[in-house]
Nanobody
């Protein structure tokens, strides 16, 4: 069974930095995109950042210039470097992967990691 194992969540003060990491455990092939989503209390889960096997990286506008996604999709590992953290970045962060499977792609989710930013 495939699992996305996350690490790095913590509490940090406003303006601080954190690094989240994610690695796939178990047999997982055909992955072509990995990324991060987050869910704040009382809000829907939202896209944060992603990267593809082709190297394309995307970010939600609210984190551009502050967060950097990196990793090696072939090795099924990614990281999210978060800087200049704000209170509104407080959320549970989820690692996400999409694999090409038939007849439709398969999505995988990590267990979630709490990030708390205090002022």
């Amino acid at each position: 069974q495939v699992q996305l194992v996350e690490s790095g969540g913590d509490s940090v003060q406003f303006g601080g930095s954190l690094r989240l990491s994610c690695a796939a455990a178990g047999s997982l092939s055909g992955v072509f995109v990995m990324g991060w989503y987050r869910q704040a209390p009382g809000k829907q889960r939202e896209f944060v950042a992603s990267m593809t096997t082709g190297g394309t990286k995307n970010y939600v506008d609210s984190v551009k210039g502050r967060f950097t996604i990196s990793g090696d999709i072939a090795k099924r590992t990614i990281s999210l470097q978060m800087s200049s953290l704000k209170a509104e970045d407080t959320a549970v962060y989820y690692c996400h992967a999409v694999a090409r499977t038939w007849p439709q792609n398969t999505e995988y989710w990590g267990q979630g990691n709490q990030v708390t930013v205090s002022s």
